[in-house]
Every structure is written in C-alpha cells, then in structure tokens.
C-alpha cells in the first residue's frame, strides 16, 4: 500500500515541479478558475454516467499500475480550480476503483501531495517566517489534520449511499457565478 502510495505521489511531484512557476503566473486568474470549476462539473457528470463497472473495491487490492493511473490523474489538479480529490477519484473510477475505493486511496494520497507541497512553499518562502510563527502553524496543521479526519469518515459514509452528481452541479452554478461576477 504504501508503494503504491509513494508510485501515485511520483507524476505529479514530477510535473508540478516542472510547471509550478508557469502555472502561479499564468494560471492563476478568477476567469481560468471559473471555467475548470464548470468543466470539472461536468466531467463528474460524465464520469458518474459512463465509468466501467468497478474491478477494485479496497486500496489493498490495487496494483501499482492501478496507483499510478490514479497518480497522473492527480496531475490534472495543477490547473487551478481542478479539485486534487476530484480529478483522483474520478480518475480512479474511471481506471476501475469503485466509488469507496478511489475516495479513500485519494485521501490516502492527500497526505504525501499536501506535505511535499506545503513543504516546497515553506521552503520556497523561509525569509518570511517568524519564529514565532511556527507554533500557530502547528496547530494549524493538527486541526486541519483532525477536521480532515472527520470530513474523510462522513464523505465515505455519505458517498457509499449516493454519487458525486451534486458535487458536480455545485462545481458548475459555482463556476458560473465566478464567471459572471469576473467577466470583464
């Protein structure tokens, strides 16, 4: 498991280092973001509707191929307003996870992506940090931690009851008041 989490992490670790500078500078606008949101709604509509019969229905069953199908989908979340969890579970549905399966390998994979990319800007922005900044910043980090916990355990019970169709229409209205209020 903790291959194949590590095999997941690798694309995007790769391509987000490659493309990070373009994609702050030239990414990174109301308008861009409200168009991903409205297309990322709509690809979950497609993917509910069209995703093949699920394979796999428990992380320990995936191969490290199946990780690494999952790991490029994860790619597509360095376009601003693609959800990380989003374009995971959706890739990992469409590669054969089952609806639980691809959820929870997700939240799985959001722990090493986050860390690696809280850790790259930490870095990136070391001249300005405080000394004193460092405990709120843990703290922040346990009750992120903790919230997280507790979002991933209702998402799962919620999602093993019904499908990821009114994630995808908030996405879409959301996308298309950013869109209205942004455009010039």
Excluded at 9 to 22: E, K, V
Excluded at 61 to 85: E, N
Excluded at 89 to 101: A, K, N, V
Excluded at 110 to 133: N, Q, R, Y
């Amino acid at each position: 498991f903790t291959l194949n989490l590590i095999v997941a992490f690798i694309p995007a670790a790769i391509i987000g280092l490659a493309t990070h500078s373009y994609i702050k500078a030239h990414l990174f606008n109301p308008l861009f973001v409200a168009v991903a949101l409205i297309i990322g709604g709509f690809i979950i509509l497609l993917v509910e509707r069209f995703a093949p019969a699920p394979r796999i229905h428990h992380v320990d069953d995936m191969s490290w191929k199946d990780a690494l199908k999952v790991g490029v989908a994860q790619c597509f979340a360095l376009i601003p307003g693609t959800s990380r969890s989003g374009s995971t579970i959706m890739g990992g549905m469409m590669f054969g996870l089952s609806r639980t399966t691809a959820t929870e390998f997700s939240f799985f994979l959001a722990i090493p992506t986050m860390l690696a990319a809280t850790l790259f800007d930490l870095i990136k922005h070391m001249h300005l940090l405080h000394p004193e900044d460092i405990h709120m910043m843990i703290i922040g980090f346990i009750a992120a931690f903790i919230s997280g916990l507790v979002f991933v355990s209702m998402l799962l019970h919620y999602i093993s009851k019904h499908t990821f169709k009114g994630f995808a229409y908030y996405r879409i209205v959301f996308g298309a008041l950013v869109l209205w209020y942004f455009w010039p």
